[in-house]
Every structure is written in structure tokens, then in C-alpha cells.
């Protein structure tokens, strides 16, 4: 018999299982799809119970499909990963939730982030959290609820991440990893690894809300209720283990233990990041402590808010023919896409794309920044603006690692995540990084992270035990020729939002007027 665990992760659009066997082995995986919601411009929103069914039957579904020799017995433990729950799920006293998650995408609490700025001594709040002040940050949309759904505050008594929510679901426990908890900013103390108190009461957040219990991602929560374990097809008992953020947990599914070693994740955003020993603030980066070592190491990160959707968005509005096309020859649209901007030269013959779909993160930190294409011609086809798209997320990579530019870094950056299938993409991270790219042939990222979690958890292995979890395949090399004209165009690109600014606050104005006509 072989003993293997189950790591699950909850994503943005859809959330996996995978079953793994202690000596790394991948023996089954699942997935289920779904959307978060956007009621209004820069509003993104997601349903605790949507992630809840999604976990279930993905983990029913690998625990069902586990080959012989696997027995629902052989499953020694479960962790769950999940994306940056931004607000959290506010619950009331039983856990039920009273009021959609406003996750890490949403924008909406600009006016809480302008409020912040005016009452908050900033200086302190980075110097206790080692993060900064924007509506990305968790703590700003707990503002916003305080703010705009007063009827749902006051009915609140906690305010949980994703994976902590499910993880009581299926043990009855409540407890937050510290990865999840520094992740929100504002409120977590980063030296001290606690809920700062200090924070909290000048921000007008109740202490209670937060959940007393933080333990490290390697932390066993608790044992799967009878009642989920029916539902699972798996034994009662069985541990379940605390998981942490999604970008923290794909960055140590690559095998990154080490300060300096990197890792891009991009899916339907991308955070870069890698590991310190300290948050500095100034930097303009996000810090959490890191999911292995999380009592010393820090997880140092900055990241776009939209990446891959840049490219879903790109298709879904413009590449009509491209997907009947791939309809009536089988074939994905984006190998037609991928072909198209292949043909194309390597700075898209003079068109640059911002990537700022919805608002951005670092190290510009701007709710209100709004995506564009310069350059556009007569000249330029679909095919042009497909590759501008993939290069315009390379050039916010790269925005962010220039704010770490005085840290040593590994010669490898590791990419994972749907980007990571396209050669075109990669080349181009390549070209505009000066960095030799990386890929994981598992393709299964943060939820594999999350079984290496789990197995760490009930000891089936060591933290340093990677070597057969993982395959790293070199995929591409800086080409000079390429590079060149890929400099000339991220300068373009590094100077446009700075002249842009100002004609970017007034149409998001304009939006905003509009939505509240």
C-alpha cells in the first residue's frame, strides 16, 4: 500500500485536487470551474459556498479515482491552499456566511484607502505590517464592508480567508495561517507573527473579528468531520492541514527554499516573488511570512492584477475567428494565437499594451490605472496586439523585480502557472527579464505545493524532501537580438503610466459617474 495525501487548491476561476503519493508521485487530479463576480466596474466578488462545493467534489473525485494499491485508508492527510481572500468571508457566530468574499482583485475601497491616509500614521502601519496602504490590501475592503454594509458588520463575527473557511467546514475548527493573515496587511504585525492590536483599534477594526487561533501552514487543524467524510468518500480523522496563500504555495511547489531563488506565477494575475528575512515597506512590494519557515522567512512578492486575463479578455473581445477556427479544426484558439504572434517581431513593430485591467498592484499601487494600447496603426493586425498583450505582462514582471534590483536572485526564474504552456510568452519573460526561464513539467502548481504541505504536516516528509516531487525543464534563453528591441520598448512602457496618470483618474471619474447614474 502507498501512503499519499491530498492537496487542494481554491483559485480565482477554478479550483484543483491532486493526489499525491509520498515520493512525489501524481496519482490523480480534478478540477471544477467557475467565475467571480463583477457587478460593477472594479468590483470582484466570489460565494464562500461556490468554494465549498468546488472542494468537495474535486477531492471526492481524486479520492474516487485513486488507482490500486491507493486506498481512501492510504490518505493520511488533506491541505488546502487558496487565493488572496482580500476582505475575508464575513461569518457570523456559526460560521455561515453573511456577505460575499471581496477578494484580491476588487478595487472598490478607494475611498477607505483615502480615509487610511488621512487618519493613519502610515509610517507606523508599514513599519508594523511591512506592507502598505491600497485596495488590494485586505484590511482596506474590511473598511469598505464597515463602511457600505453596515448591516453585515454588525453582524459579523469573524472575518476568514478561503481555505480557512472550508478547513472548517471539514473539521469544525477555525484557525488562519500566518501566510493567509499577513497577507491582508494593515492588521497583521509581520515581526511579531500576531494580529497587531494596535493596528486594529486605530483602523476601527474589532479585534474579535479576528480569528484567535494562527498557526503555521504545516499546522494540522484538525480531523475530517464524520459528516464531510461521507461526502469526500474518505475516512473520518483523517488530519487536515492549514495550506496558505496560492502564489506563496506555487512558488514552494517549485521547490524555492532558499533566499533569492524566484518564481513568477502567472495565471489569472502574476506575482513574482521570492524569499527574506525582512519586509521593508519602501520597496513597494507585498511581505507575508513564507509557508515553510514561516516563523523566520518571509515570502516578498509584487504582482500585476491581471495576466492571464489580459489574454482571456483579448480573446473573448476581439478573436472571434480564431475561435471558430479552433472549433472546426479541434484545436485550442490560443495555439492559433500562439502561431500568429510567433510571425511577429519581438516589440510587436511599435505597440505597447499596459496591462492594468483592473487597477494596479506594484509597484505603481494605482486602483484607478486603466489598460491601454500605444502605437496602434493602420499597420498593426490582431496578431500584434496578441503579442503586445504577452509582452506588456512581461514588462510589469519586470517592473516589479527592478523595485528588488539590489537583491541577489538566482540566474533561474521558475514560471508557473497557464502561461507557463506558452513558448512565445516564455521567450518573451526571457528576453525582457535577462533571465533564463523555467517551467515545472507537473502541472499542477499550488495544489501540488499544497500535498508537499500536507505530507510535511503529518511527517511523511521532510521540508527539504523535493527532489522527486518536482521535473524542472529549461525554456527559454535570453536572445540578444530580441532583448534589444524589448529594452527599447519597456522604457516606453515604464514611462507611459506616469504621463498617463491623470487621464486615467478622470475616465475611471467617468466610469464611476456613469455606474452611479
Known sequence: MVDAVIGVDIGTQSTKAVLVAANGAILAQASRAYAPDTPQPNWAEQHAGVWLA???????????????????????????????????IPVDADIEPLHPCLIWMDRRAEAQVAWVERTVDLDRLRAVTGNGVNSYYGFTKMLWLRDERPDVWGRTAYLV????????????????????AGNIGGVYD??????????????????????????????????????AAARLGLPGGIPVVAGGVDAAVATYAAGV?????????????????????????????????????????????????????????????????????????????????????????????GLVFLPYLMGERSPIWDGEASGAFIGLS??????????????????????????????????????????????????????VTGFAVWTIREDVEAALGAARLGAIGVGLIGAEDRDTWI??????????????????????????????????????AMRAKRVGT
Not at 316 to 323: D, I, R, V
Open 190 to 227: 509581520i515581526a511579531a507573527r500576531r494580529w497587531s492590536g494596535e493596528m486594529l483599534d486605530g483602523l476601527g477594526i474589532p479585534r474579535r473579528m479576528m480569528p484567535g487561533r494562527l498557526v503555521q501552514c504545516t499546522d494540522v487543524v484538525g480531523g475530517l468531520l464524520p459528516s
Open 257 to 349: 527554499t532558499e533566499p533569492g531563488q524566484q518564481v513568477a506565477m502567472i495565471g489569472t494575475s502574476m506575482c513574482w516573488g521570492t524569499i527574506a528575512p525582512a519586509a521593508d515597506a519602501s520597496l513597494g512590494l507585498v511581505s507575508m511570512p513564507y509557508v515553510v519557515n514561516g516563523a523566520h522567512d518571509l515570502y516578498v512578492f509584487g504582482g500585476a492584477s491581471t495576466a492571464g486575463a489580459c489574454v482571456s479578455w483579448f480573446r473573448e473581445q476581439f478573436c472571434q475567428a480564431e475561435q471558430a477556427a479552433g472549433r472546426e479544426q479541434g484545436t485550442d484558439p490560443h495555439v492559433l494565437l500562439e502561431q500568429a504572434a510567433a510571425a511577429i517581431a519581438p516589440g510587436s513593430d
Open 471 to 508: 521535473t524542472l525543464v529549461e525554456r527559454a534563453v535570453p536572445e540578444r537580438g530580441a532583448a534589444a528591441r524589448l529594452e527599447v520598448g519597456y522604457g516606453v512602457y515604464a514611462a507611459l503610466y506616469p504621463q498617463l496618470r491623470a487621464s486615467m483618474h478622470a475616465l475611471s
Open 378 to 431: 493602420l499597420f498593426h493586425t490582431r496578431a500584434h496586439l496578441y503579442r503586445a498583450v504577452l509582452e506588456g505582462v512581461a514588462y510589469a514582471l519586470w517592473h516589479n523585480m527592478e523595485a528588488i534590483s539590489g537583491a541577489r536572485l538566482s540566474e533561474r526564474l521558475i514560471v508557473v502557472g497557464g502561461a507557463a504552456r506558452s513558448d512565445v510568452w516564455m521567450q518573451t519573460i526571457a528576453d
Open 161 to 180: 480567508p478561503p481555505n480557512a473557511y472550508v478547513i472548517h467546514r471539514l473539521t469544525g475548527q477555525l484557525a488562519v495561517d500566518h501566510c493567509s
Open 54 to 88: 468546488a472542494v468537495e467534489q474535486a477531492v471526492a473525485e481524486v479520492a474516487e479515482g485513486a488507482p490500486d494499491g491507493v486506498g481512501a485508508a492510504e490518505v493520511k492527510a488533506i491541505c488546502i491552499s487558496s487565493l488572496y481572500g482580500g476582505s475575508g
